[in-house]
């Protein structure tokens, strides 16, 4: 029982070690920023997952120990992993202007919402004039 | 068995700094330098979770939650000072 939570544990850690290694080789290798923001997502989710698994197993199966910071840990990271790539994306589609160019047409009279200057905070009064057909501003 | 594999799960992470750090150095942006150092704070929580694993102590998922916390706040507000010049308006 105790050899086959080591095996675990081991594979485990092995498995993290290399999401979080590819998570790094990506960020440095990929040309471009918007796919650059693909790779640290994984390195998150996948390899900071396996690692706080295996942290946890090892603290129950082998020291005996139940320990629940690492759920803690596990459910901030799932849960700021993606405001923190909306963040980065969205400032960097707002800053970059030759993305701006490169974005595809929305199809309707209404243009992305991240650019949309009637659609912001800043003119809560005028975005109903600017979609009079009831489309969302 | 899990102590190799923690020294070589120590071996990959200290890479993957490295490499972090070497898009954090070079990066032409400001924000790519902001997502290096996003993805610097997680290889960091990821050898402490190793250090802790090898020590067999469980004083530091504290020092784990304290850096995921940090990190998340830090890239926010160096998102937010890009967009709109300040951090709280």
Avoid at chain 1, 45 to 64: D, E, H, K, Q
Avoid at chain 1, 93 to 105: F, G, N, V
Avoid at chain 2, 41 to 69: K, P
Wanted: aromatic share 8%.
């Amino acid at each position: 029982m105790t050899l086959v939570a080591e095996i675990l544990v081991a594979a485990l850690i092995l498995i993290g070690t290399f999401f979080i290694l590819v998570g790094s080789i990506g960020i440095v290798k990929l040309p471009d920023m918007m796919r650059r923001l693909h790779a640290p997502t994984k390195a998150t989710t996948l390899g900071i997952g396996a690692m706080l698994i295996a942290s946890m197993l090892y603290f129950l199966m082998i020291r005996g120990i139940p320990s629940l910071h690492e759920l803690m840990i596990t459910i901030f990271m799932f849960l700021t992993a993606p405001v923190t790539a909306f963040m980065v994306a969205k400032a960097h589609i707002l800053l970059d202007r030759k993305t701006q160019e490169e974005l595809s047409p929305t199809g309707v009279d209404v243009g992305w919402a991240t650019l949309d200057r009637d659609a912001g905070s800043t003119s809560k009064a005028k975005a109903p004039l600017a979609a009079p057909d009831g489309q969302p501003g | 068995m899990i102590a190799i594999a923690c020294y070589i799960a120590i071996v990959g992470i200290s890479a993957a700094i490295l490499l972090s750090a070497w898009r954090l150095a070079i990066g032409p942006d400001t924000l790519d330098r902001v997502l290096a150092l996003d993805t610097l704070v997680i290889n960091a929580i990821a050898l402490v979770v190793v250090v802790g694993i090898l020590y067999a102590t469980t004083m530091y998922f504290e020092i784990a939650m304290l850096f995921a916390m940090v990190g998340f706040l830090s890239t926010v507000a160096f998102c937010k000072y890009k967009l709109r010049g300040n951090v709280i308006e």
